[in-house]
């Protein structure tokens, strides 16, 4: 099992360029986030979803947009990219979730800058 | 106030040493706790689960307090290996980490 994968593993955009993120997960999860990871801010949640053709927004879903519509896949797009989106980005799974949260397992991230 | 806050670190620690690291958290309906521990420029990979009666796993030992809202990581005979940052994560529904406390065990 390859587990969690993300592509691309880095990327450099220009303010106003777009991109999607691409995450992709092999266990049969049914729960995937997306998560930034800034120096001295810690994780924090962007998007989620609770199983294929769902999402939902976390604590700093502005400025990004996601879509699952397979459930091995969940793309995290930035429409208009701006210098603050500059970040690490991890995507999670979870075999499931709601009151007890399973353990989530990440992928290796990517590493975003904008220009 | 975030709504999960750890120790800022960093420790230091000689090698041999017992360290222990404490989280706290705000949200009294969280029902779920882990350590994550995370290398430089590497994603979290899960350390430990936290279960209610606490629970071990060979160096590490881990332990929650409803009562005060709090959980800890116990790490004993520390060796160079265990140089990381090490997140704790609390929640219900969805997870919220702590900012993460870096360990650096020195020969």
């Known amino acids: 099992n390859a587990g969690v994968t993300q592509t691309p593993k880095f990327r450099v955009l220009k303010t106003g360029q777009s991109m999607t993120l691409l995450c992709a997960q092999d266990?049969?999860?049914?729960?995937m986030y997306w998560y930034r990871q800034d120096p001295g801010m810690g994780l924090r949640l962007i998007h989620y979803s609770v199983g294929e053709g769902t999402t939902a927004k976390g604590e700093v879903p502005d400025g990004y947009n996601v879509s699952r519509l397979k459930k091995q896949n969940f793309l995290l797009g930035l429409e208009s990219a701006a210098p603050s989106q500059t970040s690490v980005y991890f995507c999670?799974?979870?075999?499931?979730?709601?009151?007890?949260?399973?353990?989530?397992?990440f992928g290796p991230g990517t590493r975003l800058t904008v220009l | 106030r975030k709504e999960v806050e750890q120790d800022p670190g960093p420790f230091n620690v000689p090698e041999g040493a017992t360290v222990a690291f404490n989280c706290t958290y705000s949200?009294?309906?969280?029902?779920?706790f882990f350590w994550y521990r995370q290398d430089c420029r590497k994603e979290p990979k899960l350390l430990m689960s936290v279960y209610s009666s606490g629970n071990e796993d060979g160096r590490f030992t881990a332990q929650l307090n409803r009562a005060s809202q709090y959980i800890s990581l116990l790490i004993r005979d520390s060796k160079l290996s265990d140089s990381a940052t090490y997140l704790c994560g609390a929640g219900s529904y969805q997870l919220t980490f702590g900012k993460g406390t870096k360990l650096s065990v020195i020969p």
């Open positions: 949200n009294s309906a969280s029902q779920s």
């Open positions: 999670a799974s979870s075999l499931s979730g709601g009151v007890s949260t399973d353990t989530q397992y």
């Open positions: 266990m049969n999860h049914e729960y």
